[in-house]
């Protein structure tokens, strides 16, 4: 499988679909025994209140992952993504009730490379704040 979208149609500014994904207390505990990232950070929130958190954080990989997604399916290849980098600049805090937390993710090219690959710049917000930072993604397209 390849690329949906052809790198002659694509433009610098283009902008990628935004998407919300939902984060609850449940969603860690899929995700911790999926990944085997048990830290009580992200599921203990007596713990996480003691280690200075303002409450149970969502597991950092966890939110890139779901950041990436806004990529993957633009493209219509997880495959296509040839490259993916973010920093974590603020924790997705995770309250224990039925809404949980939003991660808010928007994207657009912000380069055009060679080799049929472009840039991409995401923005992942939760709760006002932005959680990534230098979050960008190299996709090959076709």
Known sequence: MTAKIAYDEVEVGTELPAQSFPVTR????????A???FNPI??????A????LP???AHGMFTMAEAIRVVTDWA??????????VRFTKPVVVPNDDTGALIEVSAKVAAKLD???????LTAMSAGQKVLGM????????
């Open 55 to 57: 409450d149970v954080i």
């Open 42 to 47: 992200h599921w203990n929130e007596k713990f």
């Open 115 to 121: 080799d049929q690959q472009v840039r991409v710049d």
């Open 26 to 33: 449940a969603t860690l505990v899929r995700y911790a025994g």
């Open 35 to 37: 990944s085997g990232d």
């Open 49 to 52: 209140v003691e280690v200075g």
């Open 135 to 142: 979050s960008r993604a190299v996709v090959r397209l076709a």
């Open 76 to 85: 219509g290849d997880p495959a296509a993504v040839v490259e993916y980098g």
